[in-house]
């Protein structure tokens, strides 16, 4: 674990890679549970494109989604606005490691089952069974309400936050005032690759924890993250304790219909973690390989529970590569 540069707030320097991708990943959880979101603008300059991903939900909530894979970059090399295909967003930094602001506007999707999403690709013409057209609004600021946290191997760093601001669904209203994280990554993205699981949530006595459990083939697990203790901000002095996570994460989880875990456990003895996962609401994603692959990504708002009863909120992912079709035997 490093200092994060404030300078690697902005855009980088791609390399050559055709799946080398900057990306800007932002979710949150109302303090009340009843909704909850996040927004991804993941930028592919190898192939001159941009995809933008938001996505709000709740438990007693349709899925709200605005999915476009096919934006075209940002105008000038060191922008993070995009105004195409009917939708406008801007990803602003206010300031380096404390906040950044998500303002959008555009065309989006409700779903009456989540599992729908995986039923076409993205942008596909053919609307899946009850699922209707809306116009998602977004505008929210993520505030620092930890240290920033630098993975050791790659180039990608984690920001625990408070959230705030509003979206309107159809033009209804709603505020936001709540908790999320939100992480800054600039490498290779194969979605199709292997398997992982990543969270970030927030205990009610203030603990933050973050992992990801990339599952590279049988038997070859690699893992990043952190806890932090309670009291902390973005400043040098942070409450409580800060413990980075480099190996010894765990993350088993039980399927049920769609591929979507029903339940699951995350286990590192190294830092003290354990912690019953509850998926409450999902909020997936489809991504489709040029060559034909399919990799299902479904996230989840959770709660998550640990073995001396605190219990808290944050979301949850799994990228799952799905199989492919076996060729007929002659």
Not at 66 to 73: G, M, R, S
Not at 113 to 134: I, K
Not at 242 to 249: A, K, R
Not at 306 to 314: E, N
């Amino acid at each position: 674990m490093y200092a994060v540069d404030p300078g690697d707030e902005g855009r980088h320097e791609p390399g050559p890679d055709v799946w080398w991708n900057e990306s800007w990943y932002l979710d949150f959880v109302a303090d009340d549970g009843s909704i909850g979101g996040y927004a991804r603008l993941g930028l592919y300059p190898n192939q001159s494109v941009a995809w933008w991903t938001v996505a709000v939900v709740g438990p007693d909530r349709a899925l709200v989604e605005a999915v476009d894979l096919a934006l075209p970059l940002p105008l000038g090399p060191a922008d993070m606005d995009i105004e195409a295909h009917g939708t406008s967003l801007a990803c602003v930094i206010e300031e380096p490691l404390q906040a950044m602001r998500v303002v959008s506007s555009g065309p989006g999707t409700r779903y009456d089952d989540p599992g729908d999403v995986y039923l076409h690709a993205p942008g596909d013409p053919v609307p899946a069974p009850g699922s209707s057209p809306v116009h998602l609004d977004l505008d929210l600021v993520w505030r620092s309400d930890g240290r920033p946290h630098h993975y050791v191997r790659t180039t990608r760093y984690e920001i625990p936050c408070l959230v705030e601001g509003t979206l309107a669904i159809d033009g209804e209203p709603i505020a936001i005032t709540g908790q999320g994280q939100r992480d800054h990554s600039w490498a290779p993205r194969d979605w199709w690759s292997f398997d992982w699981c990543w969270f970030a949530g927030r205990l009610d006595d203030g603990t933050r924890a973050h992992g990801v459990d990339i599952r590279v083939a049988p038997g070859l697990r690699l893992s990043f993250g952190y806890r932090q203790g309670p009291g902390g901000d973005a400043g040098d002095d942070i409450g409580g304790d800060d413990v980075g996570i480099e190996d010894g994460l765990v993350v088993d989880e039980a399927l049920g219909d769609h591929g979507f875990p029903t339940s699951g456990t995350i286990v590192c003895p190294p830092v003290g973690l354990d912690l019953a996962v509850e998926p409450i609401a999902f909020a997936p994603l489809r991504f489709d390989h040029p060559d034909g692959r399919i990799d299902h990504f479904p996230r989840a708002m959770t709660r998550f529970t640990a073995t001396d009863g605190r219990t808290g909120l944050g979301w949850i992912e799994w990228n799952q590569v799905q199989p492919q079709p076996r060729p007929d035997a002659d």
